[in-house]
Every structure is written in structure tokens, then in C-alpha cells.
């Protein structure tokens, strides 16, 4: 089907490079401010500096993420380009590790296929920013990698898949359920008599132990810093609104349609309903046991965006198998109908199949333009520079700042200054953990006198109104005010006693 295209058009690492290509605007002209983005990054930023997540600083994810951001941070000195440079290769990298299982498995028109789902949904599933699903997904992989058919046999592939997944843990709680996955799986296979009991069980004991050995190395350290009800209270119980929210199959539906990997296997599914010599045609290719436990992963690791469907960075965890598993389903379909059909009906499937790519290509690259037009970034690393000087002027650099802003870690991350109180984002009572102040609450520092300094980010009609609250503060424009793209206006403002001391 393929065979007749110049060998660079077929090779699926062209595939995947042109997925990156056209995805580098949003790697590397973004502007600085995807929320979670600059939580994380701030976070390892703070660690750099002394500070001890969850007892100095809030936020509800394991530790993992934060002590990646800090390493980055520690080797660039806290430059802005190093993580993205991190995403871009770590990305390839992963992306490169994807075909070469798929072709391994499943053949070369599934490696390719699979490049092209990988790689779209990888972008509109937010892998240029730093999420924790993208590391959590990485992880999951590899557990499954090392317990697949031609690695099942080695010593230590269930140990090692067990350490894997506790490391995806490390990332995100939902990585737990690429545990229960992989035990639903092989239970299964138990209960039909496909693997002995004595066999399953060790390997299952290999698998928790595995498994347990990060969450005993990192609950050892978090005695030895005295944090565990800071820790506990964080990454757990601040998590449980989460769980109790109610399922908007709408909202839910919007999503899993934004990306590829996820709506395409539905299709796939219902084919294989339908017609059975195409089901008999999947299962006839080689390795249908490693096929079914992708699919299983998969499909469970997506119940997460049941809960939260407002944003596709939380399919990250579930892409990687979903794009393998729609990949695997449309080649068989493909190859089947290779016999089946006239040579003008196989070029209408392929333009249809390729039609649907093009379509996301084109989102993704309307979305890196916009970037660039809007030239967020300059702005952005402009601001952050005056911001960062005009501090400075007054500020010795370990006096910390307040930040007032909805984007509150964006304000923190572009000053390079410590908070005054451990949250640096706002939500107040009711999301996630009733200890978070709201915007108004963090504001009564200001209102006090308790902060030597703050930047405001509001609009420009809010500003006065909100600069009539703090009669001990004095006002710092900057000439990079005005945000063009968030139609925001920042200020400075610097306790007044602290500005008569410099003049």
C-alpha cells in the first residue's frame, strides 16, 4: 500500500518528525503561562532554593515532577529554554521508542500509522508543556514494555515492571491504575487457564515489590524531612473533590474527540464487532496477547478524564496505548481490505485515513502560528526581564514577593522570587484543599503591610480600584504592562517605606 512511495515519504520517523516540526512553534514560542506549567517549574525552582515541597510550598501532585523541574533548574540555572529543549527531545525520544515496539510487533504499516496518532495527539495533548501525564505515561509504558512477550521470560521483567509503574506513581496517582490493569489482565488470563498459579503469583509478588520500592524510598524521606501530614493532606485528601465530581458525557465526549488516539479506536472496536473476518484478521497477527493487555491499559488508564474532561493533558497517561492499539486495529483493517477491495477503494481509505491527519496538522499548526503573531513569548521574556530589574532595584534577591493574578504561578515563575506564604495559586475554600487562600484572603497581606512588594496582574479598568485597597503601597509601572494576548495590565507595587529608603 505504501511500498510504491519514495522510501523517506513511508518511513514513519518522517511521520513523526513532521508531527514535531510543525509542533515546535508551541514547544518553543509559546509564552510563559500554561498554569500547571508554571507550578511545576516554580516548584523545582523553589527546591533549588532551599524550600521543601508540600511543607514550604503547596501543590497536589507526588513528588516526581518537582524534583525533575528542580534538576533542570539546578543544570540551566534556571533558564526559561532549558525545559522546553527537555519536552522536545524527551518527546523524539519517546516518540522514536513508540514505533520501534509498534514495528517490532506489529509491522511496519502499524509503525507508521502509529507515528502519525503518536505524534498529533502527543502535541494536542499538551506534551510541549510540563505536565506530569507525559513522565506518568512514559513510565506505564516501560512496565509494559518489560512484561511483554519477547521480555516476559527475563528474571527480573515483572520486578522491573512493578518499579516502573511505582515510578509513573511518582508523577501522577493515576498511574496506580496501570497496576490494577496489568493485574485485571493476567488474572484473567489466569481464571482461563492460559498461565499457572504458581507462575502468576511470583510474578505478581515480583510486580508489588517492584512496585512498592520508589513509595518506601520516598515515604522514608518525607519521615526524614517530618512532612507526612503536609504530604498526606497535598497529593491525597486535597485530591478527593476530584474523585466526586459528576460525569458530563458531553464534556467528556468534546474531549476524547479533540484527539485522535482516543476516538479513532472506537471505530476500530466497532469494525471488529461487525465484521468478524476482520476480528479473526487481528487476532490471526502476531502477538494478540500483548495487543489485548495495550488495550486494556488503555482503556482503563482513559477513566480519569470521566472526572476531568475540561483539558486534553489528561488523556497524557492513557495516549501512548491508545495510539498503539488504534494503530495496530487499522493496519489489520487495512491489510484485510488490501485483498478485498479495488485499488481506487484502497486510495479512497488511505486519502480518508491521511485526510483526518492533515486535519489535526493543520489545528496544530494554526495553533503554532497564533503563537508566533501574537509574539507572546518576546513579549513575555521582556516583561520577566523589567520585572526581575525593577525588583532588584529595591529588593534584596531573597526578599520574597507577593502575586496577584488568576495565573498566579505565571507572576511567581516570570519574577524569580519566593513567595510570602506557601500557596502560589488561589481558590479559596471548596477546590481541592480549604487551607488554599482565595485572591481576596492573599490580597490582605498587601492591606496589612505584611509583603514588602507584590505584582498585580488585572485589567487595566480593575487596576484602580484595586490600588485603593493598599494605601501602603506605592506603584511601579513597567513599560511591558499591557499583555497584548491576555489583555491583562501588571504592575509593581513596593511598600512605601522600602521605595523612601532608595530615593
Given at each position: 500500500?505504501?511500498?510504491?512511495?519514495?522510501?523517506?515519504?513511508?518511513?514513519?520517523?518522517?511521520?513523526?518528525s513532521?508531527?514535531?516540526l510543525?509542533?515546535?512553534p508551541l514547544?518553543f514560542?509559546r509564552?510563559?503561562?500554561?498554569?500547571d506549567?508554571?507550578?511545576?517549574?516554580?516548584?523545582?525552582?523553589?527546591?533549588?532554593?532551599?524550600?521543601?515541597p508540600?511543607?514550604?510550598?503547596?501543590?497536589n501532585?507526588?513528588?516526581?515532577?518537582?524534583?525533575?523541574?528542580?534538576?533542570?533548574?539546578?543544570?540551566?540555572?534556571?533558564?526559561?529554554l532549558?525545559p522546553?529543549?527537555?519536552?522536545?527531545?524527551f518527546?523524539a525520544?519517546?516518540?522514536?521508542?513508540?514505533?520501534?515496539y509498534?514495528r517490532?510487533?506489529?509491522g511496519d504499516?502499524?509503525a507508521?500509522?502509529v507515528?502519525w496518532?503518536?505524534?498529533?495527539?502527543?502535541t494536542?495533548?499538551q506534551g510541549y508543556s510540563?505536565?506530569?501525564d507525559q513522565?506518568?505515561?512514559f513510565f506505564?509504558?516501560?512496565?509494559v514494555?518489560?512484561?511483554?512477550?519477547?521480555?516476559?521470560q527475563?528474571?527480573?521483567?515483572?520486578?522491573?515492571a512493578?518499579?516502573?509503574?511505582g515510578?509513573?506513581?511518582?508523577?501522577?496517582?493515576v498511574?496506580?491504575i496501570?497496576?490494577?490493569?496489568?493485574?485485571?489482565?493476567?488474572?484473567?488470563?489466569?481464571i482461563?487457564?492460559?498461565i499457572?498459579?504458581?507462575?502468576?503469583?511470583n510474578?505478581?509478588?515480583l510486580?508489588?515489590?517492584?512496585?512498592a520500592?520508589p513509595?518506601?524510598i520516598?515515604?522514608?524521606?518525607?519521615?526524614?524531612y517530618?512532612i507526612?501530614?503536609?504530604?498526606y493532606?497535598a497529593?491525597?485528601?486535597s485530591?478527593?473533590?476530584?474523585?466526586?465530581?459528576?460525569?458530563n458525557?458531553?464534556?467528556?465526549?468534546?474531549?476524547w474527540?479533540?484527539?485522535?488516539?482516543?476516538w479513532l479506536?472506537?471505530?476500530c472496536?466497532?469494525?471488529?464487532?461487525?465484521?468478524?473476518k476482520?476480528l479473526y484478521?487481528?487476532q490471526?497477527i502476531a502477538?494478540?496477547?500483548d495487543?489485548?493487555l495495550i488495550?486494556?491499559?488503555?482503556?482503563?488508564s482513559?477513566?480519569p478524564?470521566l472526572?476531568q474532561s475540561?483539558?486534553?493533558h489528561?488523556?497524557?497517561?492513557?495516549?501512548?496505548?491508545?495510539?498503539?492499539?488504534?494503530?495496530?486495529?487499522?493496519?489489520?483493517v487495512?491489510l484485510?481490505?488490501k485483498?478485498?477491495m479495488?485499488l481506487?477503494?484502497?486510495?479512497?481509505?488511505?486519502?480518508l485515513?491521511?485526510?483526518?491527519?492533515?486535519a489535526?496538522?493543520?489545528?496544530?499548526?494554526?495553533?503554532?502560528n497564533l503563537?508566533?503573531?501574537q509574539k507572546?513569548?518576546?513579549y513575555d521574556?521582556?516583561?520577566?526581564?523589567e520585572i526581575?530589574?525593577k525588583?532588584n532595584?529595591?529588593?534584596?534577591?531573597?526578599?520574597?514577593?507577593?502575586?496577584?493574578s488568576?495565573?498566579a504561578?505565571?507572576?511567581?515563575?516570570m519574577s524569580g522570587?519566593?513567595?510570602?506564604?506557601?500557596?502560589i495559586?488561589?481558590y479559596?475554600?471548596g477546590?481541592l484543599n480549604?487551607?488554599?487562600?482565595s485572591?481576596d484572603n492573599?490580597?490582605?497581606l498587601?492591606?496589612?503591610?505584611?509583603?514588602?512588594?507584590?505584582?498585580?496582574e488585572?485589567?487595566?479598568d480593575?487596576l484602580?480600584?484595586?490600588?485603593?485597597?493598599?494605601?501602603?503601597?506605592?506603584?511601579i509601572e513597567?513599560?511591558?504592562s499591557?499583555?497584548p494576548a491576555n489583555?491583562?495590565?501588571?504592575?509593581i507595587?513596593?511598600?512605601?517605606d522600602?521605595?523612601?529608603?532608595?530615593?
Open positions: 500500500m505504501i511500498r510504491k512511495w519514495p522510501s523517506i515519504l513511508k518511513s514513519p520517523y518522517t511521520a513523526l513532521i508531527c514535531l510543525f509542533s515546535s514547544f514560542l509564552g510563559i503561562g500554561i498554569f506549567d508554571s507550578v511545576f517549574l516554580k516548584i523545582g525552582e523553589l527546591i533549588v532554593d532551599g524550600l521543601v508540600y511543607r514550604d510550598v503547596f501543590d501532585k507526588p513528588p516526581g515532577i518537582y524534583y525533575l523541574a528542580a534538576l533542570i533548574a539546578a543544570i540551566s540555572n534556571n533558564h526559561w532549558a522546553r529543549l527537555f519536552l522536545f527531545v518527546a525520544l519517546f516518540g522514536i521508542w513508540v514505533i520501534k509498534t517490532n510487533y506489529w504499516v502499524a507508521y500509522l507515528a496518532i503518536f505524534g498529533l495527539s502527543y494536542i495533548t510540563f505536565h506530569t513522565f506518568c505515561a506505564g509504558f516501560a512496565a514494555v518489560a512484561i511483554s512477550s519477547k521480555h516476559s527475563a528474571r527480573y521483567s515483572w520486578f522491573l512493578g518499579l516502573f509503574i515510578l509513573a506513581f511518582l508523577f501522577k496517582q498511574a496506580v496501570y497496576l490494577v490493569a496489568i493485574l485485571c489482565f493476567f488474572t484473567t488470563k489466569l482461563r487457564g492460559k499457572f498459579f504458581n507462575k502468576i503469583i510474578n505478581y509478588i510486580l508489588i515489590t517492584g512496585f520500592i513509595q518506601l520516598t515515604f522514608y524521606i518525607i519521615l526524614l517530618e507526612l501530614p503536609d504530604f493532606d497529593v491525597f485528601l485530591t478527593l473533590p476530584l474523585a466526586e465530581q459528576s460525569i458525557i458531553i464534556d467528556v465526549l468534546k474531549l474527540v479533540k484527539i485522535p488516539a482516543v479506536n472506537i471505530p472496536f466497532l469494525v471488529l464487532i461487525i465484521n468478524k476482520i484478521k487481528t490471526a502477538n494478540t496477547s495487543l489485548l488495550v486494556v491499559v488503555g482503556c482503563l482513559l477513566i478524564s472526572k475540561s483539558n486534553t489528561y488523556i497524557g497517561s492513557s495516549l501512548v496505548f491508545l495510539s498503539i492499539s488504534a494503530a495496530v486495529i487499522l493496519s489489520s487495512l484485510y481490505i485483498n478485498q479495488s481506487s477503494k484502497i486510495r479512497i481509505t488511505f486519502i485515513i491521511f485526510s483526518i491527519f492533515l489535526y496538522l493543520l489545528a496544530i499548526i494554526w495553533g503554532g503563537m508566533i503573531s507572546r513569548l518576546g521574556l521582556a516583561q520577566m526581564s526581575q530589574s525588583l532595584l529595591y529588593l534584596t534577591p531573597e526578599k520574597p514577593i507577593l502575586a496577584l488568576d495565573n504561578p505565571r507572576i511567581y515563575y522570587r519566593k513567595p510570602p506564604i506557601k500557596y495559586y488561589y479559596g475554600s477546590w480549604s487551607k488554599i487562600p485572591l492573599a490580597a490582605n498587601l492591606v496589612k503591610g505584611e509583603a514588602a512588594g507584590a505584582i498585580l488585572t485589567t487595566k480593575a484602580p480600584k484595586h490600588i485603593h485597597k493598599f494605601p501602603k503601597y506605592q506603584l513597567i513599560s511591558t499591557e499583555h489583555n491583562t495590565h501588571t504592575v507595587m513596593l511598600r512605601k522600602i521605595v523612601d529608603k532608595k530615593s
